[in-house]
């Protein structure tokens, strides 16, 4: 499988020398404070509430709804709180009667998560995205939380591609290779019900490849091409070492694409790549939980665990 993008520091150091001893604000040190409200703070707001509400359900589903988003809440925190920005004051949605309640709550979060991933630079984009593909993730966990939107036909971005785009992109597209493969190895473990499904995935990994294998060619690169086979993490002798050989390549494929999104600045390249990362996530949900695999649905998909 391929590997995962490296993990971007969370903090810088603040050095005041001797001027720490008389506790300025950070404005006098760096020169300003940014005024407007924090975007993350909303999603942080969010995930806080959704977690409570849903452990207040009690197990099962909601439990796994809660743990993912008290864990999301607890990756957007400690950067809330670095930048240390204003928020602006909400009203806490009510709490949900039942877990139905949670496919508007799952569907918004994702949305606003989405639309901030374009705008924000590269640590906070990644992380942010994270977001997005864990609420995706926890839509495949039952009817009543999703599905959410189908895997969308990828599109590659207009414009010229920078070269500190192409490396990522070569991650990400021997993600695909390999992803692939896995489908195509695990077709003799799986009974005939998961035609359908593998069918889907390949057709997906397969129009991902290539418009990468373009979109490499087009800026003047040499797309990096699929190894001859590929070694499992574990045997593959049965229905549910296929299905957790599959989410594992789902998995893969999440972290190369979030390493496009925090690699680039580019808004276009960063959507396709998060339309990516989702769809990796969704992809590996049903098949994480036909493998038994705990959790079920991944709170920052494509994030080291």
């Not at 640590?123 to 939107?149: E, F």
């Not at 339309?275 to 695999?293: K, V």
Request: overall charge neutral.
């Amino acid at each position: 499988m391929t590997a995962r993008p490296t993990d971007l520091s969370r903090r810088g150091v603040l050095r005041l020398g001797a001027v720490a001893a008389l506790a300025l604000p950070l404005a006098a040190c760096s020169g300003g404070y940014d005024e407007t409200p924090d975007p993350l703070a909303p999603l942080l707001s969010a995930a806080d509430a959704d977690a409570t509400a849903a452990r207040a359900l009690g197990g099962g589903v909601a439990g796994q709804v809660a743990d993912a988003r008290a864990a999301q809440a607890a990756a957007l925190k400690p950067e809330v709180e670095r930048l240390n920005r204003p928020t602006q004051a909400s009203t806490p949605p009510a709490a949900p009667a039942d877990l139905g309640a949670f496919k508007a709550r799952l569907a918004t979060a994702r949305k606003q998560a989405e639309d901030l991933v374009p705008t924000l630079p590269a640590y906070r984009a990644g992380l942010v995205a994270g977001v997005a593909a864990g609420c995706a993730s926890l839509q495949r966990l039952a009817a009543t939380l999703g599905p959410g939107d189908d895997a969308q036909t990828p599109v590659a971005p207009t414009g010229k591609l920078s070269s500190d785009a192409v490396d990522p992109l070569q991650k990400a597209l021997a993600s695909e290779h390999a992803a692939l493969w896995v489908y195509g190895l695990v077709t003799a473990f799986l009974p005939g019900e998961f035609g359908d499904a593998l069918k889907a995935g390949r057709a997906e990994h397969t129009a991902r490849r290539d418009v990468v294998t373009q979109m490499i060619e087009s800026a003047g690169g040499t797309p990096v091409a699929p190894e001859a086979a590929y070694v499992p993490p574990k045997p593959v002798n049965d229905t549910a070492s296929a299905s957790a050989l599959v989410a594992s390549a789902e998995e893969d494929s999440a972290a190369a694409w979030l390493g496009v999104v925090t690699h680039t600045d580019d808004a276009g390249l960063r959507k396709m790549a998060l339309q990516a990362l989702i769809a990796a996530a969704r992809r590996g949900t049903p098949w994480r939980q036909e493998a038994g695999e705990k959790p079920t649905a991944l709170a920052m998909p494509g994030q080291p665990a």
